[in-house]
């Protein structure tokens, strides 16, 4: 246990100068702590005198954080919370009060990336099918099920971010040859292609790692599948409602796509959808970001970005982007 946490009740603190820090959902006070140092308290489970005087909060998903416990917390100057959503922090309220609300946009990108792998190769070496002939003796039948390759192949990777890029990057290892569209974060030219539609025709491998927004909603859809390369594998770990699931499976069957991965549906929890049940398609609940690793490193950049706005230092990312290092300082 590191010397910075402690659960000790606030009204005998261990050193007064001490800043306090106290975590909102379960927080790893091992991995914080270190990265917190040792002129911070750490408290895992607050109670509401360790509020009062908390200069900084983590904050798990989960977990609120409106006007009433920003009242409850007069002296917080920063706000980290794990991951990167925010819908239950109230960004506008803690910005009011001049307190960054950072967020670990790059902690899970590496485990999502490896993700997309894990699903591109078990779908392209067939190991679902080749698991049943073992296991129900149709060993005679082996050369039935087609077996592809990364190596040679073609990725299409829709969306050139932290995720999309990363996947790049593990492709490459592969021997796999990367395209990729992004209009608003321009890929290099030698691997740039002008339209979701032309990388479609190029890609062995599609993957989209895009926001959902209303320019992204279903773009997967009919269309975009009429144009795929037949044989396609299809992998989805970026939003759910990206693909249109009628669609995608309408192509499975048809024999346009091979495969289809999804880490992400629409609604979550996933409802089931007759997607499912397609033996050349493989699930995961929303989990290829929430890796032992990705997990430890979400609570090192939280508690990097509160040790930086606790010692002056501008942290590394923020909810609001209108939120200045120098506009709080002032
Ligand atoms: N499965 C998981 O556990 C998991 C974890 C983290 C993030 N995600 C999802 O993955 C997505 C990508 O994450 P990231 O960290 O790489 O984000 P990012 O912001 O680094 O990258 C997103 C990229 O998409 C591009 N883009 C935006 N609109 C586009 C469009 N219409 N067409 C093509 N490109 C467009 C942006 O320019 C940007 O380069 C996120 O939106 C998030 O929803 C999923």
């Given at each position: 246990m590191p010397k910075a946490s402690r659960t000790a009740p606030l009204s005998q603190p261990e050193q007064p100068s001490q800043h306090v820090v106290v975590g909102l959902g379960p927080v790893d006070p091992a991995i914080v702590g270190d990265v917190l140092g040792e002129d911070v308290t750490f408290v895992p489970d607050p109670t509401p005198d360790d509020l009062a005087v908390a200069e900084g909060a983590i904050v798990r998903a989960d977990r609120h954080v409106d006007e009433d416990l920003l009242a409850r917390a007069p002296r917080l100057r920063v706000i980290a919370r794990t991951g990167v959503g925010v819908d239950l922090v109230d960004v506008a309220a803690a910005s009011a009060r001049g307190i960054p609300v950072v967020i670990t946009p790059n902690s899970g990108s590496r485990a999502v990336a490896e993700g997309v792998l894990a699903m591109a190769l078990h779908l392209t070496k067939r190991l679902r099918p080749l698991t049943d002939l073992v296991r129900e003796g149709r060993w005679a039948e082996r050369n039935s099920v087609p077996v592809g390759d990364?190596?040679?192949?073609?990725?299409?990777?829709?969306?050139?971010?932290?995720?999309?890029?990363?996947?790049?990057?593990?492709?490459?290892?592969?021997?796999?040859?990367?395209?990729?569209?992004?209009?608003?974060?321009?890929?290099?030219?030698?691997?740039?292609?002008?339209?979701?539609?032309?990388?479609?025709?190029?890609?062995?491998?599609?993957?989209?790692?895009?926001?959902?927004?209303?320019?992204?909603?279903?773009?997967?859809?009919?269309?975009?599948?009429?144009?795929?390369?037949?044989?396609?594998?299809?992998?989805?770990?970026?939003?759910?409602?990206?693909?249109?699931?009628?669609?995608?499976?309408?192509?499975?069957?048809?024999?346009?796509?091979?495969?289809?991965?999804?880490?992400?549906?629409?609604?979550?929890?996933?409802?089931?959808?007759?997607?499912?049940?397609?033996?050349?398609?493989?699930?995961?609940?929303?989990?290829?970001?929430?890796?032992?690793?990705?997990?430890?490193?979400?609570?090192?950049?939280?508690?990097?970005?509160?040790?930086?706005?606790?010692?002056?230092?501008?942290?590394?990312?923020?909810?609001?982007?209108?939120?200045?290092?120098?506009?709080?300082?002032?």
């Open positions: 990364l190596d040679g192949a073609t990725l299409g990777i829709v969306g050139h971010g932290r995720i999309g890029r990363r996947v790049g990057e593990l492709a490459a290892a592969f021997g796999m040859r990367t395209l990729a569209y992004d209009p608003y974060s321009p890929p290099p030219p030698e691997i740039a292609r002008a339209d979701p539609g032309e990388l479609a025709e190029a890609s062995d491998v599609l993957t989209l790692h895009v926001p959902l927004t209303d320019e992204t909603r279903h773009l997967v859809d009919e269309a975009f599948l009429a144009r795929v390369k037949p044989g396609a594998v299809l992998i989805n770990c970026g939003r759910g409602a990206l693909i249109d699931p009628d669609a995608t499976l309408a192509a499975l069957k048809a024999g346009r796509l091979s495969g289809v991965g999804l880490d992400v549906f629409d609604p979550e929890p996933a409802r089931h959808h007759p997607l499912f049940d397609h033996p050349d398609v493989v699930l995961t609940p929303h989990l290829m970001g929430m890796t032992r690793r990705a997990m430890a490193l979400t609570f090192v950049d939280a508690a990097r970005g509160v040790a930086d706005v606790l010692a002056g230092r501008p942290p590394t990312a923020v909810a609001d982007p209108d939120w200045t290092h120098r506009k709080a300082m002032a």
